[in-house]
C-alpha cells in the first residue's frame, strides 16, 4: 500500500516540477494567427502619467480595434533588467517607457527609416529633448517628456522666517543671497532642517552648469569636470553642508529628502518637476516652488523619458505606429497636461496643466534657460553611466572631508577612460 | 537487504534534482561560460578568453573590496558565532521562560532582509533617527552611524548579527542537546565546574556543529547583500559596499555581464578555499 502511495506524491510533485518550468500563460494573440495584436508595454510610473497613458491607449484602441495593450508596471531600478532579461530570452516587449536609451542601445529599433524624414521629426522637438533621441548617431528613441530641476519650498516656514522667495525672473538669488536665505528660515522658523538635497549626480551637476562650467567636452570624448566651475561648485556645495544648510544625513547617510520635505522637517528642496504630483497628493501643508538660484547663469538640468520599440519586437509596424500616434502634438498635450509633465515638442506653448499651473511654468522656465549643454552631457550614454558614479563618490569623500574638491575632480578625470576608446 | 527496485530512490530525487539543475546548475554553468565573454546583456557574448579576469585582478578598486568584505567577515562570523553559542548554552540551562526568549530572539530571522535592512535604516538615521532622538533627549550629539564610514560599518556588522544570530542559535541548540548528560554528571562528581565543564565538554562536543556554522557564517556573510544595500545602499562613500553588491553593480549597473560572471566565479573559487582550509585546520569537524 505504501509504494502505490509514494508513487502518486512523485507523481504530484513531478507534475508541480513540470508546470512550474513550463511557459507562462500567452499574454495576446498573435497578430499572424488572428486579428487582434496585443502590445506588450514595459512601463513605469513616477507619479500619475501611467493612468493618462492608460487613457491615452484607450483612446487608440477605440480608432483601432485590433489592438490591445499588455502594460507591464515595473518598478524604475527593475527597467533596463527587464528589458534585457526579456531580449536575450527571445521575448522582447513591443513598447518600453525608459529615460536612458545608451543601456540598451543594442536592443532598441533604429527609427530613422520609421519616421519619415529624422531631421523632419527632430525639427518638432525641442532642442533640450533632440540629444535624448539618439544613440552614437543613430535615432533610435521618442521622447515623450521633459524634466527639469527645481526648488520647492515650505510656505509656512518662509513666512515665519521673514523670507521672500523670487517670485519673478527679475530678482532670483545668487549662490551667496540662496544660502543665506535658507540658513535664514532654518534659524528662525519650525523646520529642522534647510535644504533637502537630492543624493544625485545629475542634481548635483545643477551646480556646475549654474556656474558656466560643464562635465564633458562639446564633443564628449574628454573630461571638464576638474576645471574651474565644476571646482567652485564643489566649494559651493561643501559650504552649503558645512553651514548644515543641507544635512549630511542625504549624501553621506542616504535618507530619502522626498520624505524630510514631505514630512515637514525640511524648509526646501532641491528636486524635479516629476516630484509634483507626489507633493500635491501627499503634503498637508502649503508648499510652492520657486527659480533656483544663478551663478555665472542660470541652469536647470534637462532630462527626460522616451518610449522606445525593439529590433526584435514581434509586432513593430504596430508599435511604431503607436508612438507616432502618442508624441502627436494633441496626445502629447493631454499626456504632459495631466501628468504635469514638460513637453519635448517645439510646438506646444502655454499649457494649462490639470494642476499647479504655476509651479510648471516655473520649471518650464528653468528649461528655457537651460543650456543645452546639460542634454549633451547626460546624453553621453558611452561614458556617463561610469562618470556619474564617479561623480556620487568624489562629491562624497569631499563632503567627508577625505578630499579637497580640486582632488575631488582631479580623481574623476584620473580614474576615467573618456576618450581612450 | 536489496530494494526490489533501486530506480525508486532516485525518483524521489528526481523533483530536488531538476528544480537544482535548471535554476541553479545551468545558471551556474552558464555564468562560467559567460565569464570568458564580453557580453552587455543584449547583444551576442564575445569571447574574449581571460580578459574579465585580468581586468579584475588588476583593478585596485577590486582589491580594496575584497579587503573591506573580508574585515566584514572577520568581524560578523566571530561575533555571530559567540553571540549564538552563549544564547543557546543560555537557552539550554533549563531557565524559566527559555521558550519565550528562543521565539524572541528567532523573530528576526523571520523577517526578509530587505524589511531589516529599511527598518534599521529609520532607526539609525542621523536626523530623524529613533536612536538619536533619544541621544538627543540626554544631551548627547546626534551620531553618524550610517553617514560616517567607521559608524556604518559597525551599525552592518550589528545589524546582521542581529538579523542572523537567532538562526545559528538554533543549530547550536540542537547540538547541545545532542550532548549526553552522562558527561556533565561524570565531570561534576571529579568536581569540575561550569566553565570546566563548558571548555572541556561543550566546546569539543560541539566542534563539528561549530564548524559548521562557522562554514554557513562565512559563506552567507561573504555573500551578503540584501540587508547591506537597504540598510546602507553601500555607503557612504562605498564604505558598506561589499562583494556582492560590487558584483551587481558591476553587471546589473554597469551592464558588464562577463566581468559581473567572472567576478562570481572568483567568489566561488575563494569560498571553496577558505571552506577546504577550515575544514582541514579541524581535521573535517572531528570531536
Redesign the interface.
Known sequence: MKKPAAMIAMGVLSGLVAAGCSGGEETGQDSSSGDTVTLDVIWFSDGNEGEVFKEITEDYKSENPNVEFNIIETPYDDIYNRIRTRVSGGDAPDLARISNPGAVSDALLRLDGEFGNKEEFYNQLKPSARPWAEVNGEFVAVPTDLTAHGLYYNKEYFEQAGVEVPDSTEDIWNWSEFADAIEKVKENSDARMGLAYDMSPSRYSTLIYQNGGRIFSEDGQSLKINESESVEALEYFNELHEREIIPQSIWLGGENPNSLFRSGQAAAHLSGNWNLQNYSDNADFEWGVTYMPQKAQRSSVAGGKQMVTFKDSEHKEEAVKFMKYFISKEQNKKYVSESLFISPRSDIENIEYAAETEAMNIFNNELSVTPEATAEDWSNFEYMPDVEQKITENVQRTLDGAMTPQEAMDSIVESSDVGSE | MKSEKPW?PY??L??NA??FG?FVGLPAVYGIVYSFTEW????SATFIGLENFKTILTDSEFWTMLFRTLIYVIAVVPLTVVCALGLAWLLTRGLKGSNVFRAIFFLPVMISFIVAGLIW?WIL????GLINYILSLVDIEPV??????VFANISVILVTVWNRVGFFMLIFIAGLLNISPTLYEAAEIDGAGTWKKFRNITIPMLRPITLLVIILCFIEFFKTFALVVSL??G????ATRYYVQYTYDTA????EFGLGSALSLILFVIMGIVTLIQWKVSNGGRV
Open positions: 525508486i525518483a524521489f528526481l523533483p531538476l528544480i535548471i552587455n546583456g543584449i547583444s535604516n538615521q542621523t536626523d530623524t553618524g552611524w550610517l553617514s560616517n564610514p546602507t545602499g555607503g557612504p562613500i562605498n546589473f549597473g554597469m551592464g
